[in-house]
């Protein structure tokens, strides 16, 4: 039977590459994994600083259940160009720096110590995808994913594949393709069992069959009782495959989900019914540690996803991500569109091939996630080439016919390849350029993007983002204007049902290389920063969940005089899913509803305030006293939710809060931690920019800098444990408030 366990710890890590290295354990620095080459500053830094060769190593010592037996590592992925040694012997090489592959070690290994040795090349190697132009995001380089000690009797099970139909009928059906690895070759007569259960163990179906070949399928049919996966109850089954052989035997589960997902020229449908997708553009990075963030961040940010952003769908831009992420949006309903790596450039004949691999790479490890609805088989705004995208095209549909393709682009009347029209439409701000001789215009119509004379399943892909970076420190029309941005191609997308829905560019914040971005380094593109605090936007999306999930009332202003050009709070749009909004200032009080005049087609239009309700003078004109203001918000004519904007906000409390109360000291886990500087009313302080010093005791450390400065009144960082369990305590001191201490568990 096979074991996998976790080859994190342990390691040694060095600058540079040499043959000393695959012939001498040097333990100079220790490191666990995952691991970032360099830890870079939050901004303003050189890029260029990881773009070349680090080396990992490791001792493996001969454990007596290798004897007769498969036995490699694997992992799940490196940056960028990987080779893979044993006591100095090259083993593997792979060039994708998003997808995994497995170092065979058997026959190899000796008995006693083993050196295992990887070299991790950061170069941007323009053989390998994405390389070879200019991109817009940062590779880090690094071991920045798990590796697994993986040991398997001779014959095993190499992957599984399943299948669902008849979905929507009572009686439902599912397939399990079993790939069977024998890499020695051997003559074998297998039986194979699966068994599908539900999530909490109760057995539902068996089937069993015998093969002598590499490949064998088994199925369920008849199945009554079954729950769709959906967003609202996304049901999991899992199933267990056990192979028995003359070799051994091995075991394997995998989850899934029964569930139809299809984009149509009317839009999409889940289950056979209408919904418009609404959703962010994800990278995987974080501050500091770049992609080398482990599986709780990885959850966390699907969680921040679907529960905070309360979007129904990610763009995994662009590349695919951990499989932790893709695990948690299957656990808790989160649509995923995946893509191949790749931005704009399109390289030779050898790097089309390796880009062709990837395709491979990424629908076997996935295609059973029930989330991911669609396969980007196109490299992201890349011109078009016939002959490259229809071989992506073919091996995603060979792969994985249970999928549609999409290609992401930005060109008008590009040939369309795909079973979907992806589009990033960045229509909106053109209006400013030069020449430009439209007015003001959300999306573009689909005839116009695509140039056919008929309609086709059509999703926008992205939209807004560099056409208005917005920082979540900068002046308060800025960052209204942020928040229009969104409600207005929401609006669009959800007032043409020929739209299956749009992804907005993009969730947070993120460094970048230095040909892009606001010149330190970082991309003010998302609706959240950096540590996924939310900006005014992030309450457009936020704002369209229905009031039985969560009431939201988000008046996006700092409720000052002079914070604006000329002064004044008006207009002011307050994002909320209520049916009205009252706002008191000292005597006045008016009632608002929705702006269903602008915003027509929007689940919750905002409640906007301006001419059509107040007179100049009704909020203090200029000179006058400026005084608090309260609102109330509505649903049914009963009060829901309320909240005072201080007009002398002052510096009150200092608010510390954690994601989660413990960590896995054993996983080495992190949790993100936010700091906020708060008002005598609860509100942030959006110009306090104070720096905040932070200590630990007990079993954890701080990723990054332990002084950290606040940006818009929030400032971040992550708490990872070092290995051990105990108590810990984190002491966040400041000049303007009383120290704050956090306490989390390392378990």
Request: net charge negative.
């Amino acid at each position: 039977m096979r074991s996998v366990v976790s080859f994190n710890e342990g390691w040694s890590f060095h600058e540079g590459f040499g043959q000393r290295l695959l012939e001498t354990f040097d333990t100079a620095k220790s490191v666990s994994l995952p691991h970032t080459a360099v830890e870079l500053p939050f901004s303003y830094f050189d890029e260029t600083s990881y773009q070349r060769a680090f080396t990992y190593q490791k001792v493996l010592r001969w454990l007596p259940e290798f004897e007769g037996r498969e036995v490699s590592l694997v992992f799940d992925a490196a940056m960028a160009d990987s080779v893979v040694y044993l006591n100095g012997e090259e083993i593997i090489a792979h060039k994708d720096g998003y997808t995994p592959f497995e170092a065979r070690l058997t026959g190899k290994l000796v008995k006693g110590e083993n050196l295992v040795t990887v070299k991790i090349d950061g170069s941007e190697n323009p053989d390998i995808p994405p390389f070879g132009g200019r991109i817009d995001y940062l590779t880090y380089a690094g071991i920045y994913r798990d590796v697994w000690l993986k040991v398997t009797d001779p014959v095993s099970i190499r992957n599984l594949k399943i299948e669902t139909t008849d979905v929507l009928r009572p009686e439902k059906s599912a397939t399990i393709r079993v790939d069977i690895a024998n890499p020695e070759g051997r003559s074998f007569s297998a039986t194979v069992t699966a068994t599908l259960k539900q999530a909490d163990g109760t057995v539902v179906a068996t089937a069993a069959t015998e093969t002598i070949g590499s490949r064998t399928t088994l199925s369920f049919g008849g199945l009554t009782g079954i729950a769709l996966w959906d967003i609202t109850d996304p049901k999991l089954y899992d199933v267990t495959v056990e192979l028995r052989t003359e070799h051994g035997s091995d075991r394997i589960s995998t989850r899934f989900g029964f569930r139809t997902a299809e984009f149509t020229p009317e839009g999409f449908l889940l289950n056979g019914k209408p919904l418009k997708l609404r959703g962010l553009n994800r990278h995987q990075a974080f501050p500091y540690v770049g992609y080398a963030a482990g599986r709780s961040a990885q959850e966390r940010d699907a969680d921040i996803m679907k529960t905070v952003l309360k979007c129904n769908i990610v763009r995994t831009s662009h590349y695919p991500q951990s499989k932790w992420f893709l695990d948690r949006c299957d656990a808790i309903g989160l649509l995923v569109f995946e893509e191949i790596p790749g931005w704009q450039h399109i390289g030779d004949a050898d790097w089309q091939q390796e880009s062709i691999k990837n395709v491979r790479r990424m629908i076997e490890r996935d295609w059973n996630h029930p989330s991911i609805i669609i396969w980007g088989v196109r490299i992201n705004e890349s011109q078009d080439d016939h002959d490259f995208y229809a071989e992506t095209n073919r091996l995603a549909r060979e792969l994985d016919s249970t999928r549609q393709t999409g290609g992401v682009r930005y060109l008008t009347e590009s040939e369309l390849l795909e079973d979907v029209y992806t589009m990033n439409d960045f229509i909106l701000g053109n209006e400013e350029l030069p020449g430009a001789n439209r007015p003001r215009t959300a999306l573009r119509a689909q005839q116009e993007n695509t140039g056919l004379s008929h309609k086709v399943p059509y999703l926008i892909t992205e939209f807004n983002g560099h056409m208005h970076p917005t920082k979540i420190y900068d002046q308060e029309q800025r960052q209204a204007e942020h928040v229009r941005r969104h409600l207005e191609v929401l609006n669009a997308a959800y007032g043409d049902p020929d739209i299956s829905g749009a992804i907005g560019w993009c969730m947070f914040d993120y460094n970048t290389h230095k040909d892009f971005g606001s010149g330190d380094r970082i991309c003010y593109h998302g609706v959240m920063d950096m540590f996924r605090e939310p900006k005014f936007a992030a309450y457009a999306y936020i704002s369209q969940c229905d009031p039985s999930e969560e009431i939201v009332m988000k008046p996006v202003t700092f409720w000052a005089r002079g914070e604006r050009n000329i002064g004044g709070v008006l207009p002011l749009i307050i994002l909320t899913n209520c049916d009205e909004v009252e706002l008191q200032y000292g005597a006045l009080s008016k009632r608002i509803g929705p702006d269903r005049e602008n915003y027509p087609h929007l689940p919750h239009p905002p409640v906007v305030l301006d001419h059509r309700h107040f007179t100049a003078d009704e909020l203090g004109t200029w000179g006058l006293e400026w005084i608090d203001g309260t609102f109330t918000g509505y649903i049914g004519g009963e009060p829901v939710a309320s909240l005072t904007l201080a007009a002398d906000p002052l510096p009150t409390t200092l608010e510390v809060v954690a994601d989660s109360s413990t960590l896995r000291a054993r996983e080495r886990d992190s949790t993100r931690v936010i700091i906020r500087a708060l008002d005598q009313r609860g509100q942030r302080l959006p110009f306090m920019n104070d720096s905040i010093s932070l200590k630990v005791h007990g079993p954890a450390r701080i990723v990054g800098p332990t002084n950290v400065p606040l940006q818009g009144g929030t400032a971040g960082f992550w708490l990872e444990a070092t290995g051990f369990t105990g108590e810990i305590t984190v002491e966040a001191i400041s000049t303007r408030f009383a120290p704050v201490t956090l306490g989390v568990t390392a378990a």
